[in-house]
């Protein structure tokens, strides 16, 4: 099935750094939403958007829809430990409530 | 709220022999979803669901996966017979109706076939 590319794969930076993620697509989506997992637990919504261009923000955590509608971005600001996990990008169109899934970029963030 | 309810946490099982995962949605909510995450890889749609009927099965195995939502609330996915590449851990979703709510997942069922 199609999933879409995530970068990077993997990330291990300090604590404290600032982090940045990017998703693709070749297909268009009408949502982004951005995940979390932690180890043993079903992934868990961080941040969704709606219309292209739109850059929101929860707390340290900012995304953007990109203007071609098939692209992403997750910025982390001042990560701390618990930020540990994967992040999941996943789109979603009009005509479906299918999320396609990214691939995932593992965070590890040592203090 | 209470959040999507799954069981077993984990399940160890030889090739060939059969399983059932069970999953409770949150209340009220009519879409319910099945997820294949193998371990490395981001989730995959098997079975969507709304009320009872079936929406979209066209990445569910069916020579050897079948799902099933009586009422339009519990969910059951079964695998017989198991083969060795079943190993994954087994998500279950739930949304409200309409499509730009994003889903709310259970903590999931750890599948090993051995």
């Known amino acids: 099935g199609q999933q879409l590319n995530q970068s990077p794969q993997s990330m291990f930076i300090q604590e404290g750094e600032d982090v940045s993620m990017n998703c693709t697509s070749s297909s268009i989506f009408n949502t982004w939403l951005w995940y979390k997992q932690e180890p043993g637990e079903g992934p868990v919504l961080l941040i969704a958007?709606?219309?292209?261009?739109e850059l929101t923000s929860n707390g340290r955590l900012t995304a953007q829809f990109g203007i071609t509608r098939k692209d992403s971005f997750l910025n982390i600001s001042a990560s701390i430990p618990s930020d540990v996990g994967i992040y999941f990008c996943?789109?979603?169109?009009?005509?479906?409530?299918?999320?396609?899934f990214g691939t995932g970029t593992r965070l590890q963030v040592f203090p | 709220e209470a959040g999507v309810a799954q069981s077993p946490r984990y399940k160890i099982i030889e090739k060939r022999q059969s399983v059932a995962f069970w999953c409770n949605p949150i209340s009220g909510h009519a879409t319910l979803y099945w997820y294949q995450q193998i371990l490395g890889q981001g989730p995959k749609l098997l079975i969507q669901?709304?009320?009872?009927?079936?929406?979209?099965d066209s990445q569910l195995p069916k020579d050897r996966f079948s799902a099933e939502r009586l009422k339009g609330v519990d969910s059951t996915l079964k695998i017989q017979p198991a083969k060795l590449e079943d190993s994954a851990v087994y998500l279950c979703?739930?949304?409200?109706?309409?499509?730009?709510?994003?889903?709310?997942f259970g903590s999931g069922t750890r599948l090993t076939v051995v």
């Open positions: 669901f709304q009320n009872n009927g079936v929406v979209d």
């Open positions: 958007l709606y219309k292209a261009g």
């Open positions: 979703a739930s949304s409200l109706v309409g499509k730009f709510y994003g889903y709310t």
């Open positions: 996943a789109g979603q169109t009009y005509n479906t409530d299918k999320l396609i």
